[in-house]
Protein backbone atom coordinates (compact mmCIF):
# COMPACT_ATOMS: atom_id res chain seq x y z
CA UNK A 1 0.00 0.00 0.00
CA UNK A 2 1.29 3.24 -0.76
CA UNK A 3 -1.65 5.81 0.72
CA UNK A 4 0.73 6.77 3.73
CA UNK A 5 3.26 8.08 1.03
CA UNK A 6 1.02 10.44 -0.81
CA UNK A 7 2.41 13.62 -0.38
CA UNK A 8 0.98 16.72 -0.53
CA UNK A 9 2.98 20.46 -0.06
CA UNK A 10 4.26 20.72 3.50
CA UNK A 11 3.01 24.11 3.47
CA UNK A 12 -0.77 22.90 2.72
CA UNK A 13 -2.87 22.53 5.59
CA UNK A 14 -4.82 18.97 5.37
CA UNK A 15 -8.17 17.38 6.58
CA UNK A 16 -9.77 14.29 6.34
CA UNK A 17 -13.22 14.14 4.33
CA UNK A 18 -15.63 11.11 3.50
CA UNK A 19 -16.16 9.37 0.11
CA UNK A 20 -18.37 10.36 -1.72
CA UNK A 21 -17.83 13.98 -2.49
CA UNK A 22 -21.30 14.15 -4.17
CA UNK A 23 -23.60 11.80 -2.52
CA UNK A 24 -26.83 9.86 -4.09
CA UNK A 25 -27.73 9.77 -7.33
CA UNK A 26 -24.62 12.06 -9.52
CA UNK A 27 -23.32 9.28 -11.77
CA UNK A 28 -20.59 9.43 -14.63
CA UNK A 29 -18.50 12.48 -13.45
CA UNK A 30 -16.44 15.11 -15.87
CA UNK A 31 -14.30 17.56 -14.33
CA UNK A 32 -12.61 20.25 -15.48
CA UNK A 33 -10.44 23.16 -13.37
CA UNK A 34 -10.58 27.32 -14.77
CA UNK A 35 -8.16 28.88 -12.28
CA UNK A 36 -9.44 27.99 -8.75
CA UNK A 37 -13.21 26.92 -9.79
CA UNK A 38 -13.87 23.18 -10.48
CA UNK A 39 -16.88 22.42 -12.40
CA UNK A 40 -18.54 18.50 -12.90
CA UNK A 41 -20.83 17.52 -14.71
CA UNK A 42 -23.01 14.64 -14.46
CA UNK A 43 -25.63 12.46 -16.03
CA UNK A 44 -29.29 13.11 -15.60
CA UNK A 45 -31.00 10.61 -18.53
CA UNK A 46 -34.92 11.34 -19.03
CA UNK A 47 -34.58 14.49 -16.00
CA UNK A 48 -35.26 17.79 -17.03
CA UNK A 49 -33.22 20.35 -16.69
CA UNK A 50 -30.43 17.95 -17.80
CA UNK A 51 -26.63 17.80 -17.32
CA UNK A 52 -26.34 19.23 -13.96
CA UNK A 53 -23.04 21.17 -13.51
CA UNK A 54 -21.73 21.42 -9.79
CA UNK A 55 -18.88 23.99 -8.63
CA UNK A 56 -16.34 23.89 -6.01
CA UNK A 57 -13.55 25.72 -5.00
CA UNK A 58 -12.07 23.00 -2.53
CA UNK A 59 -12.80 19.64 -4.52
CA UNK A 60 -14.64 19.25 -1.04
CA UNK A 61 -17.46 21.67 -0.68
CA UNK A 62 -20.10 21.20 -4.09
CA UNK A 63 -22.71 23.45 -4.91
CA UNK A 64 -25.01 23.42 -8.01
CA UNK A 65 -25.10 26.05 -9.77
CA UNK A 66 -27.10 25.19 -13.27
CA UNK A 67 -27.69 22.45 -16.06
CA UNK A 68 -26.60 22.61 -19.30
CA UNK A 69 -29.93 21.17 -20.74
CA UNK A 70 -32.55 23.57 -19.85
CA UNK A 71 -34.85 23.95 -23.41
CA UNK A 72 -36.79 21.35 -25.01
CA UNK A 73 -35.24 23.26 -27.76
CA UNK A 74 -31.22 21.92 -27.07
CA UNK A 75 -32.98 18.11 -26.41
CA UNK A 76 -36.41 16.87 -26.18
CA UNK A 77 -37.02 14.13 -24.25
CA UNK A 78 -40.38 13.88 -24.74
CA UNK A 79 -41.01 9.83 -25.84
CA UNK A 80 -37.37 9.09 -24.29
CA UNK A 81 -37.40 5.73 -21.92
CA UNK A 82 -36.39 5.48 -18.59
CA UNK A 83 -32.75 5.32 -18.27
CA UNK A 84 -32.69 6.68 -21.81
CA UNK A 85 -31.64 10.26 -22.55
CA UNK A 86 -28.77 12.20 -21.61
CA UNK A 87 -25.87 9.83 -20.80
CA UNK A 88 -22.26 10.61 -19.34
CA UNK A 89 -21.12 13.90 -20.79
CA UNK A 90 -17.70 16.09 -20.48
CA UNK A 91 -16.91 19.35 -19.81
CA UNK A 92 -13.87 21.22 -21.15
CA UNK A 93 -12.48 24.68 -21.43
CA UNK A 94 -10.56 26.16 -24.01
CA UNK A 95 -10.79 29.68 -25.66
CA UNK A 96 -12.64 31.26 -23.40
CA UNK A 97 -15.21 29.32 -23.17
CA UNK A 98 -17.10 25.93 -21.71
CA UNK A 99 -17.42 23.05 -23.66
CA UNK A 100 -19.95 20.32 -23.32
CA UNK A 101 -20.48 17.04 -25.64
CA UNK A 102 -23.40 15.55 -24.47
CA UNK A 103 -24.60 11.69 -25.81
CA UNK A 104 -28.61 11.39 -26.35
CA UNK A 105 -29.62 8.22 -25.90
CA UNK A 106 -32.50 7.82 -27.68
CA UNK A 107 -32.34 4.53 -30.21
CA UNK A 108 -32.65 6.18 -33.17
CA UNK A 109 -29.83 5.44 -34.38
CA UNK A 110 -28.58 4.67 -31.11
CA UNK A 111 -27.05 7.74 -29.59
CA UNK A 112 -26.35 11.15 -31.26
CA UNK A 113 -23.34 12.98 -29.51
CA UNK A 114 -23.83 16.64 -29.32
CA UNK A 115 -21.99 19.67 -28.73
CA UNK A 116 -22.89 22.85 -26.21
CA UNK A 117 -20.83 25.88 -25.31
CA UNK A 118 -21.04 28.98 -22.98
CA UNK A 119 -19.13 31.65 -21.80
CA UNK A 120 -20.12 30.95 -18.16
CA UNK A 121 -20.17 27.74 -16.63
CA UNK A 122 -23.54 28.02 -15.47
CA UNK A 123 -25.18 29.23 -19.09
CA UNK A 124 -27.38 29.69 -20.74
CA UNK A 125 -25.65 26.74 -23.06
CA UNK A 126 -26.30 27.04 -27.09
CA UNK A 127 -28.26 24.34 -28.80
CA UNK A 128 -26.44 21.43 -29.79
CA UNK A 129 -24.31 20.70 -32.71
CA UNK A 130 -24.21 17.66 -33.80
CA UNK A 131 -20.61 15.52 -33.86
CA UNK A 132 -21.59 12.54 -34.72
CA UNK A 133 -23.96 9.24 -33.81
CA UNK A 134 -21.60 6.78 -32.79
CA UNK A 135 -21.56 4.96 -29.43
CA UNK A 136 -21.38 6.51 -25.94
CA UNK A 137 -19.40 8.79 -23.35
CA UNK A 138 -18.15 11.34 -25.78
CA UNK A 139 -14.97 13.62 -24.23
CA UNK A 140 -13.33 16.26 -26.04
CA UNK A 141 -9.40 16.82 -25.46
CA UNK A 142 -7.87 20.24 -26.61
CA UNK A 143 -4.20 19.40 -27.51
CA UNK A 144 -1.08 22.37 -26.70
CA UNK A 145 -0.77 22.33 -30.67
CA UNK A 146 -4.35 24.17 -31.07
CA UNK A 147 -5.55 20.71 -32.33
CA UNK A 148 -8.88 19.46 -30.70
CA UNK A 149 -10.17 15.65 -30.50
CA UNK A 150 -13.59 13.91 -30.06
CA UNK A 151 -12.74 10.25 -28.14
CA UNK A 152 -15.84 8.31 -27.75
CA UNK A 153 -16.72 4.59 -27.17
CA UNK A 154 -13.89 2.61 -26.75
CA UNK A 155 -11.03 4.27 -27.42
CA UNK A 156 -12.19 6.17 -31.07
CA UNK A 157 -10.28 8.85 -31.84
CA UNK A 158 -10.95 11.80 -34.13
CA UNK A 159 -10.17 15.60 -34.84
CA UNK A 160 -12.22 18.42 -34.91
CA UNK A 161 -11.91 21.50 -37.38
CA UNK A 162 -10.59 24.62 -36.11
CA UNK A 163 -13.96 25.49 -34.40
CA UNK A 164 -14.49 22.16 -32.80
CA UNK A 165 -18.28 22.15 -34.50
CA UNK A 166 -17.41 19.47 -37.09
CA UNK A 167 -15.43 15.95 -37.84
CA UNK A 168 -12.40 15.76 -39.92
CA UNK A 169 -10.75 13.15 -41.28
CA UNK A 170 -11.33 9.39 -39.90
CA UNK A 171 -12.30 8.15 -36.77
CA UNK A 172 -9.64 5.19 -35.86
CA UNK A 173 -9.85 2.48 -32.80
CA UNK A 174 -6.67 4.15 -30.95
CA UNK A 175 -6.66 1.40 -28.08
CA UNK A 176 -9.55 -1.22 -27.58
CA UNK A 177 -8.50 -1.61 -23.64
CA UNK A 178 -7.62 -4.24 -21.71
CA UNK A 179 -10.62 -7.13 -22.81
CA UNK A 180 -12.69 -6.09 -20.08
CA UNK A 181 -16.38 -5.78 -21.71
CA UNK A 182 -17.96 -2.32 -22.55
CA UNK A 183 -15.41 -0.43 -22.56
CA UNK A 184 -16.36 3.38 -22.68
CA UNK A 185 -16.12 6.94 -21.13
CA UNK A 186 -12.51 8.09 -22.70
CA UNK A 187 -10.38 10.66 -21.56
CA UNK A 188 -7.25 11.71 -22.39
CA UNK A 189 -4.57 13.46 -20.53
CA UNK A 190 -1.14 15.46 -21.68
CA UNK A 191 1.75 15.39 -19.47
CA UNK A 192 5.16 15.42 -19.88
CA UNK A 193 4.94 14.35 -23.67
CA UNK A 194 2.42 11.40 -22.88
CA UNK A 195 -0.80 11.21 -23.89
CA UNK A 196 -2.85 9.09 -21.35
CA UNK A 197 -6.25 7.60 -22.53
CA UNK A 198 -8.15 6.27 -19.57
CA UNK A 199 -11.23 4.02 -20.25
CA UNK A 200 -14.23 2.37 -18.10
CA UNK A 201 -14.43 -1.38 -18.72
CA UNK A 202 -16.20 -4.15 -17.07
CA UNK A 203 -20.00 -2.26 -16.88
CA UNK A 204 -20.96 -0.07 -14.49
CA UNK A 205 -21.46 -2.56 -11.90
CA UNK A 206 -19.75 -4.40 -9.70
CA UNK A 207 -16.93 -5.51 -11.51
CA UNK A 208 -16.13 -1.39 -12.81
CA UNK A 209 -12.65 -0.77 -13.36
CA UNK A 210 -10.55 2.17 -14.71
CA UNK A 211 -7.52 1.02 -17.45
CA UNK A 212 -4.97 3.24 -18.92
CA UNK A 213 -2.77 3.37 -21.97
CA UNK A 214 -0.52 5.89 -22.98
CA UNK A 215 1.61 6.97 -26.21
CA UNK A 216 4.08 9.89 -27.62
CA UNK A 217 1.46 10.57 -30.41
CA UNK A 218 -2.51 10.90 -29.57
CA UNK A 219 -2.70 8.37 -32.63
CA UNK A 220 -0.98 5.55 -31.16
CA UNK A 221 0.44 3.06 -30.32
CA UNK A 222 -0.59 2.88 -26.98
CA UNK A 223 1.10 1.23 -24.71
CA UNK A 224 -0.90 -0.72 -21.74
CA UNK A 225 -0.39 0.76 -18.08
CA UNK A 226 1.49 -2.87 -16.62
CA UNK A 227 -0.67 -2.34 -13.52
CA UNK A 228 -4.21 -1.79 -14.99
CA UNK A 229 -6.79 -1.82 -13.77
CA UNK A 230 -5.47 1.47 -12.46
CA UNK A 231 -9.07 1.88 -9.89
CA UNK A 232 -11.16 -1.22 -9.34
CA UNK A 233 -12.90 -2.89 -6.23
CA UNK A 234 -12.47 -6.87 -6.08
CA UNK A 235 -12.84 -6.85 -2.19
CA UNK A 236 -17.15 -7.68 -2.47
CA UNK A 237 -17.43 -6.83 1.56
CA UNK A 238 -15.65 -3.56 1.06
CA UNK A 239 -18.56 -0.71 1.21
CA UNK A 240 -17.53 0.65 -1.50
CA UNK A 241 -17.84 -0.51 -4.76
CA UNK A 242 -17.95 -0.41 -9.14
CA UNK A 243 -15.26 2.11 -8.76
CA UNK A 244 -14.63 3.53 -12.58
CA UNK A 245 -15.83 5.88 -15.41
CA UNK A 246 -13.15 8.30 -13.86
CA UNK A 247 -11.44 12.04 -14.87
CA UNK A 248 -8.15 13.79 -13.93
CA UNK A 249 -8.09 16.55 -12.85
CA UNK A 250 -4.86 18.97 -11.54
CA UNK A 251 -5.29 21.59 -8.66
CA UNK A 252 -3.21 24.74 -8.80
CA UNK A 253 -0.82 23.13 -6.42
CA UNK A 254 0.38 20.22 -8.85
CA UNK A 255 -1.48 17.58 -6.77
CA UNK A 256 -3.46 15.08 -8.87
CA UNK A 257 -7.22 14.16 -8.04
CA UNK A 258 -9.46 11.38 -9.98
CA UNK A 259 -13.40 12.16 -10.15
CA UNK A 260 -14.58 8.78 -10.69
CA UNK A 261 -17.98 7.09 -10.35
CA UNK A 262 -18.71 3.81 -7.65
CA UNK A 263 -21.86 2.61 -5.72
CA UNK A 264 -22.45 1.89 -1.71
CA UNK A 265 -24.49 -1.22 -1.66
CA UNK A 266 -26.09 -2.54 1.50
CA UNK A 267 -24.69 -5.66 1.63
CA UNK A 268 -21.90 -7.60 0.05
CA UNK A 269 -23.04 -7.33 -3.74
CA UNK A 270 -26.74 -6.13 -2.65
CA UNK A 271 -28.94 -2.72 -3.69
CA UNK A 272 -27.52 0.57 -4.57
CA UNK A 273 -30.57 2.53 -3.04
CA UNK A 274 -28.57 6.13 -3.42
CA UNK A 275 -27.40 4.94 -7.45
CA UNK A 276 -23.94 5.67 -8.65
CA UNK A 277 -22.62 8.67 -6.63
CA UNK A 278 -19.35 10.51 -7.61
CA UNK A 279 -16.04 9.88 -5.47
CA UNK A 280 -12.76 11.69 -5.06
CA UNK A 281 -9.64 9.66 -4.92
CA UNK A 282 -5.56 11.01 -4.70
CA UNK A 283 -3.05 10.59 -7.89
CA UNK A 284 0.51 9.42 -7.39
CA UNK A 285 2.95 9.79 -10.09
CA UNK A 286 5.16 6.82 -10.36
CA UNK A 287 8.98 7.34 -10.68
CA UNK A 288 8.28 5.49 -14.40
CA UNK A 289 5.78 8.44 -15.32
CA UNK A 290 2.87 6.07 -14.96
CA UNK A 291 0.52 6.50 -11.88
CA UNK A 292 -1.43 5.27 -9.10
CA UNK A 293 -5.74 5.79 -7.73
CA UNK A 294 -6.63 6.10 -4.51
CA UNK A 295 -5.29 3.32 -2.09
CA UNK A 296 -3.39 0.95 -4.49
CA UNK A 297 -5.73 1.24 -6.79
CA UNK A 298 -9.02 1.10 -4.50
CA UNK A 299 -11.28 3.25 -3.69
CA UNK A 300 -10.87 5.41 0.00
CA UNK A 301 -13.37 5.82 2.56
CA UNK A 302 -12.04 8.59 3.56
CA UNK A 303 -9.40 10.72 1.84
CA UNK A 304 -7.03 13.38 2.79
CA UNK A 305 -7.47 16.57 1.06
CA UNK A 306 -5.91 20.25 1.11
CA UNK A 307 -7.80 23.02 2.93
CA UNK A 308 -8.94 23.79 6.51
CA UNK A 309 -12.56 23.94 6.35
CA UNK A 310 -13.96 21.05 7.70
CA UNK A 311 -17.00 19.16 5.45
CA UNK A 312 -20.38 21.37 6.41
CA UNK A 313 -22.91 18.40 7.58
CA UNK A 314 -25.55 21.47 8.65
CA UNK A 315 -28.83 20.72 7.59
CA UNK A 316 -29.70 22.10 4.18
CA UNK A 317 -32.83 24.98 4.28
CA UNK A 318 -36.03 24.32 3.93
CA UNK A 319 -37.35 24.82 0.06
CA UNK A 320 -39.79 27.87 0.08
CA UNK A 321 -40.78 27.97 -3.70
CA UNK A 322 -39.94 31.95 -2.97
CA UNK A 323 -37.63 32.55 -5.63
CA UNK A 324 -37.28 33.33 -9.23
CA UNK A 325 -37.19 29.89 -10.53
CA UNK A 326 -36.02 27.16 -8.92
CA UNK A 327 -33.33 25.63 -7.20
CA UNK A 328 -31.03 23.51 -9.18
CA UNK A 329 -31.42 20.68 -6.78
CA UNK A 330 -35.09 20.36 -8.84
CA UNK A 331 -35.87 18.39 -12.07
CA UNK A 332 -38.86 17.28 -13.69
CA UNK A 333 -39.44 13.77 -14.81
CA UNK A 334 -38.61 14.54 -18.79
CA UNK A 335 -40.68 17.87 -19.56
CA UNK A 336 -43.02 19.44 -17.29
CA UNK A 337 -46.46 20.13 -19.06
CA UNK A 338 -46.37 23.44 -21.17
CA UNK A 339 -47.99 26.25 -19.07
CA UNK A 340 -48.59 23.96 -16.10
CA UNK A 341 -46.61 25.62 -13.28
CA UNK A 342 -45.69 28.88 -11.50
CA UNK A 343 -43.54 30.18 -8.43
CA UNK A 344 -45.82 32.40 -6.81
CA UNK A 345 -45.80 34.81 -3.83
CA UNK A 346 -47.94 31.98 -2.38
CA UNK A 347 -45.14 29.17 -3.43
CA UNK A 348 -45.08 26.54 -6.31
CA UNK A 349 -48.13 26.04 -8.24
CA UNK A 350 -48.69 22.83 -9.86
CA UNK A 351 -51.99 22.62 -12.48
CA UNK A 352 -53.68 19.28 -11.81
CA UNK A 353 -53.57 18.20 -15.53
CA UNK A 354 -54.00 14.63 -17.10
CA UNK A 355 -51.08 12.68 -18.03
CA UNK A 356 -50.63 8.91 -17.86
CA UNK A 357 -48.16 8.14 -15.14
CA UNK A 358 -46.68 4.92 -16.73
CA UNK A 359 -45.83 6.86 -20.74
CA UNK A 360 -43.18 8.33 -21.55
CA UNK A 361 -44.56 11.91 -21.97
CA UNK A 362 -44.87 15.16 -20.31
CA UNK A 363 -45.74 15.39 -16.26
CA UNK A 364 -45.86 17.49 -13.64
CA UNK A 365 -43.35 15.07 -11.17
CA UNK A 366 -40.96 17.73 -9.55
CA UNK A 367 -37.85 15.53 -8.09
CA UNK A 368 -34.26 16.17 -6.09
CA UNK A 369 -31.85 13.11 -5.03
CA UNK A 370 -32.02 11.27 -2.35
CA UNK A 371 -28.39 11.58 -0.25
CA UNK A 372 -28.44 9.61 2.48
CA UNK A 373 -29.88 6.16 3.36
CA UNK A 374 -32.37 7.48 5.78
CA UNK A 375 -34.34 10.47 5.79
CA UNK A 376 -37.47 12.66 6.72
CA UNK A 377 -39.21 14.61 3.96
CA UNK A 378 -42.06 16.47 4.40
CA UNK A 379 -44.22 19.20 2.06
CA UNK A 380 -47.25 21.83 3.06
CA UNK A 381 -49.55 22.29 0.53
CA UNK A 382 -52.48 23.60 -0.29
CA UNK A 383 -54.87 21.94 -2.75
CA UNK A 384 -57.74 23.71 -4.28
CA UNK A 385 -59.62 20.80 -6.74
CA UNK A 386 -61.96 21.34 -9.37
CA UNK A 387 -62.90 17.71 -10.11
CA UNK A 388 -63.27 14.47 -8.88
CA UNK A 389 -60.26 12.38 -8.73
CA UNK A 390 -57.54 15.30 -8.96
CA UNK A 391 -54.88 15.17 -6.35
CA UNK A 392 -51.66 16.22 -5.39
CA UNK A 393 -49.13 15.41 -2.86
CA UNK A 394 -45.47 13.70 -1.72
CA UNK A 395 -44.13 11.30 -4.22
CA UNK A 396 -40.93 8.51 -4.14
CA UNK A 397 -40.44 7.94 -7.47
CA UNK A 398 -37.51 5.17 -9.61
CA UNK A 399 -39.17 5.61 -12.96
CA UNK A 400 -42.31 4.73 -14.31
CA UNK A 401 -42.48 1.02 -12.88
CA UNK A 402 -41.81 2.09 -9.22
CA UNK A 403 -43.45 4.71 -7.34
CA UNK A 404 -45.14 5.28 -3.74
CA UNK A 405 -47.54 8.79 -3.86
CA UNK A 406 -48.87 10.15 -0.92
CA UNK A 407 -51.32 12.26 -2.03
CA UNK A 408 -54.58 14.20 -1.31
CA UNK A 409 -56.95 13.75 -3.48
CA UNK A 410 -60.74 14.71 -4.17
CA UNK A 411 -63.29 11.52 -3.78
CA UNK A 412 -66.69 10.92 -4.30
CA UNK A 413 -68.39 10.58 -1.15
CA UNK A 414 -71.51 8.83 -1.84
CA UNK A 415 -71.54 5.74 0.28
CA UNK A 416 -73.49 2.30 0.38
CA UNK A 417 -77.24 2.11 -0.18
CA UNK A 418 -77.07 5.72 -1.62
CA UNK A 419 -78.84 5.58 -5.78
CA UNK A 420 -75.80 6.67 -7.88
CA UNK A 421 -76.52 8.98 -10.46
CA UNK A 422 -74.00 9.01 -13.59
CA UNK A 423 -75.13 12.45 -14.85
CA UNK A 424 -73.64 13.89 -11.44
CA UNK A 425 -70.27 12.02 -11.57
CA UNK A 426 -68.00 14.95 -12.19
CA UNK A 427 -70.06 17.54 -9.79
CA UNK A 428 -69.32 18.50 -6.61
CA UNK A 429 -72.68 16.47 -4.23
CA UNK A 430 -72.86 16.73 -0.88
CA UNK A 431 -70.85 14.08 0.75
CA UNK A 432 -67.54 14.56 -1.27
CA UNK A 433 -64.46 15.15 -0.10
CA UNK A 434 -60.57 15.13 0.25
CA UNK A 435 -59.37 12.00 0.94
CA UNK A 436 -55.82 11.25 1.79
CA UNK A 437 -54.47 8.52 -0.07
CA UNK A 438 -51.10 6.17 -0.16
CA UNK A 439 -50.47 4.09 -3.15
CA UNK A 440 -47.73 1.71 -4.11
CA UNK A 441 -47.49 1.67 -7.92
CA UNK A 442 -45.58 -0.98 -9.33
CA UNK A 443 -45.22 -1.99 -13.26
CA UNK A 444 -48.04 0.05 -14.24
CA UNK A 445 -50.44 -1.26 -11.74
CA UNK A 446 -51.51 1.02 -8.40
CA UNK A 447 -52.58 -0.20 -5.23
CA UNK A 448 -54.49 2.09 -2.55
CA UNK A 449 -52.65 0.97 0.55
CA UNK A 450 -54.05 3.52 2.85
CA UNK A 451 -56.98 5.85 2.39
CA UNK A 452 -59.04 7.94 4.97
CA UNK A 453 -61.54 11.12 4.74
CA UNK A 454 -60.50 14.46 5.52
CA UNK A 455 -62.10 16.98 7.69
CA UNK A 456 -60.65 19.83 6.25
CA UNK A 457 -62.00 22.29 3.09
CA UNK A 458 -60.40 22.57 -0.26
CA UNK A 459 -57.69 25.17 -0.14
CA UNK A 460 -56.89 24.68 3.61
CA UNK A 461 -53.06 23.56 4.38
CA UNK A 462 -52.10 19.97 4.91
CA UNK A 463 -48.87 19.15 5.88
CA UNK A 464 -47.46 15.42 3.98
CA UNK A 465 -44.59 13.28 5.96
CA UNK A 466 -42.55 10.52 4.55
CA UNK A 467 -39.73 8.98 6.58
CA UNK A 468 -36.87 6.25 5.78
CA UNK A 469 -35.42 4.67 8.52
CA UNK A 470 -32.02 3.91 7.50
CA UNK A 471 -31.42 0.74 9.07
CA UNK A 472 -34.68 -1.54 8.20
CA UNK A 473 -35.14 0.56 4.78
CA UNK A 474 -39.11 0.76 5.15
CA UNK A 475 -41.05 3.60 4.76
CA UNK A 476 -43.50 4.94 7.18
CA UNK A 477 -45.78 8.41 6.51
CA UNK A 478 -47.65 10.75 8.64
CA UNK A 479 -49.93 13.62 7.95
CA UNK A 480 -51.13 16.85 9.97
CA UNK A 481 -53.39 20.09 9.12
CA UNK A 482 -51.85 22.24 11.41
CA UNK A 483 -47.87 21.88 11.24
CA UNK A 484 -47.07 20.59 14.46
CA UNK A 485 -49.45 17.36 15.53
CA UNK A 486 -48.97 14.02 12.99
CA UNK A 487 -50.69 11.52 12.89
CA UNK A 488 -49.12 8.24 11.65
CA UNK A 489 -50.26 5.94 8.73
CA UNK A 490 -49.66 3.60 11.34
CA UNK A 491 -48.12 1.15 8.16
CA UNK A 492 -45.05 0.71 6.58
CA UNK A 493 -43.98 0.03 3.30
CA UNK A 494 -40.49 -1.93 1.86
CA UNK A 495 -38.51 0.35 0.02
CA UNK A 496 -37.04 -2.75 -1.80
CA UNK A 497 -38.93 -2.98 -4.94
CA UNK A 498 -38.15 0.79 -5.69
CA UNK A 499 -33.99 0.07 -5.74
CA UNK A 500 -32.63 0.34 -9.21
CA UNK A 501 -31.53 -3.44 -9.20
CA UNK A 502 -35.79 -4.25 -9.20
CA UNK A 503 -35.81 -2.61 -12.31
CA UNK A 504 -39.09 -4.05 -14.92
CA UNK A 505 -38.91 -3.00 -18.43
CA UNK A 506 -35.44 -1.39 -18.82
CA UNK A 507 -32.11 -1.15 -17.04
CA UNK A 508 -32.16 1.00 -14.63
CA UNK A 509 -29.11 3.53 -14.34
CA UNK A 510 -31.12 6.11 -12.07
CA UNK A 511 -31.91 5.85 -8.47
CA UNK A 512 -35.16 6.70 -6.49
CA UNK A 513 -35.92 10.59 -5.84
CA UNK A 514 -38.21 11.86 -3.57
CA UNK A 515 -40.40 15.01 -5.33
CA UNK A 516 -43.85 16.25 -5.31
CA UNK A 517 -46.83 15.65 -7.74
CA UNK A 518 -49.56 16.97 -8.88
CA UNK A 519 -52.48 15.43 -11.66
CA UNK A 520 -55.45 15.83 -12.41
CA UNK A 521 -58.28 14.19 -14.59
CA UNK A 522 -58.85 13.71 -19.20
CA UNK A 523 -61.47 16.36 -20.35
CA UNK A 524 -62.40 17.83 -16.91
CA UNK A 525 -61.81 21.17 -15.18
CA UNK A 526 -58.67 21.83 -13.92
CA UNK A 527 -57.96 22.62 -10.16
CA UNK A 528 -54.70 23.44 -9.00
CA UNK A 529 -51.85 22.18 -5.99
CA UNK A 530 -49.60 25.20 -4.35
CA UNK A 531 -46.52 23.45 -2.51
CA UNK A 532 -45.41 26.47 0.52
CA UNK A 533 -42.74 24.33 1.75
CA UNK A 534 -40.54 21.38 1.33
CA UNK A 535 -38.32 19.82 3.56
CA UNK A 536 -35.54 17.08 3.50
CA UNK A 537 -33.44 16.50 6.13
CA UNK A 538 -31.65 13.39 8.00
Known sequence: MWRNSFVMSNSESRITIPNPVLPGDYPDPSIVRVGDDYYVVTSTFQYFPGVMIHHSRDLVHWKPIGHVITRRSQIDLTGVPDSHGVFASDISYADGKFWVVVPFFHGQPRCSNLLFTAKRPEGPYSDGIVLNHHFIDPSIFHDDDGRRYLVFGGGWLQELDADGTRLIGEARQVWPGTGGRAPEAPHIVKRNGYYYLMLAEGGTAFGHMETLARSRSIWGPYESCPHNPVLTQPDPAHPLQKAGHG???????????????????????????????????????????WFEVGDGGRPQEWVEVPGSQAL????????????????????????????????????????CQPYPLYVPGSTLILTRRWEHFGFETRTRLSFAPRSLGEEAGLIVYRDMDAMLLMSVRYGIGQTSGQKFDTTKLYEKQEDDGLYLQLDRSERCFRHTLFQRRLEMEPGEDLWLKANLDADTQHFTFAYSVDGASYTDLDLTV???????????????YTAPRIGIFAMGVLYQPSGSATFKQFEYRT
Open 312 to 351: DLTESEPELFNGAELSPIWEWVRHPLEGSYALTDKGLELE
Open 247 to 289: KLVEDPRGNWWMLHLGGRPLTPGGATPLGRETFLEPVRWTSDE
Open 494 to 508: PAEFIYPENFARYKC
